[in-house]
């Protein structure tokens, strides 16, 4: 089965850069998701990662690893709008299934 | 409309009502999904629909009957729910072979079992 690991929470201050952490334990890869969720709405697509390395989308970028089982995510400049619950989710091999974590709720404050 | 879109966006239902929720993807993709989020557990994936087949039931109780009609709506029926079935029920399409897969969701539905 699949499974991964995020803290459930990170505090920061507007302007800080922070990041967030995920391991996974997969039967088979096929990449490395994030996606952000605002209280009340959607989760939306914010990166992903099907190789070793650094994938940079302005403030945002995600780091994967795949001989570690482990990625993240790095947020720059943080901003108030920044606070969000943020998920990573791997894909599993059977057509698109995408498996979640639990999430990490980014608090940030002025 | 844009992007994907479900209706209603809250209900509330007894344990002897049948009710339906409805998801409408205007992207074009030909896979369509139903997750169940509750509070604090992860995202939970129930449905993969591709290309109107059901690809995916992931242990879902038969109280949750998915539906999709063509590659643009999704339905799940929902009948003989329990109190732990309250949670927010997200719909999500995606386009195969698309690199990323990304999934694109829609707002949720905020459903209450009493």
């Known amino acids: 089965g699949q499974s991964l690991e995020q803290p459930s929470e990170v505090t920061a201050v507007e302007g800080a850069i922070v990041q967030i952490n995920c391991t996974y334990q997969t039967s088979g890869f096929y990449g490395l998701s994030w996606y952000q969720q605002h209280d009340g709405g959607a989760p939306t697509f914010l990166s992903y990662?099907?190789?070793?390395g650094l994938e940079e989308t302005g403030r945002f970028s995600s780091f994967l690893s795949r001989s570690d089982s482990y990625g993240y995510l790095l947020l720059q400049e943080l901003q108030m709008k920044d606070s969000a619950s943020y998920f990573c989710?791997?894909?599993?091999?059977?057509?698109?299934?995408?498996?979640f974590g639990t999430g990490t709720r980014l608090l940030v404050s002025p | 409309e844009t992007g994907v879109t479900q209706t209603p966006r809250h209900l509330v239902m007894g344990m002897t009502n049948k009710k339906s929720l409805k998801c409408e993807q205007h992207?074009?993709?030909?896979?369509m999904y139903w997750y169940k989020q509750s509070a604090k557990k992860p995202l939970e994936l129930m449905f993969v629909y591709s290309l109107e087949e059901r690809v995916e039931n992931n242990s879902v109780p038969s109280r949750f009957s998915p539906e999709c009609p063509n590659s643009s709506h999704l339905f799940l029926h929902l009948h003989t729910l329990q109190p732990e079935d309250s949670a927010l029920y997200l719909c999500?399409?995606?386009?195969?072979?698309?690199?990323?897969?990304?999934?694109?969701f829609g707002p949720g539905t905020r459903l209450t079992v009493l």
């Open positions: 992207l074009g993709h030909n896979a």
């Open positions: 989710a791997v894909r599993d091999g059977s057509f698109q299934k995408l498996v």
């Open positions: 990662n099907g190789l070793d």
């Open positions: 999500a399409s995606s386009q195969s072979g698309g690199g990323t897969d990304t999934q694109y």
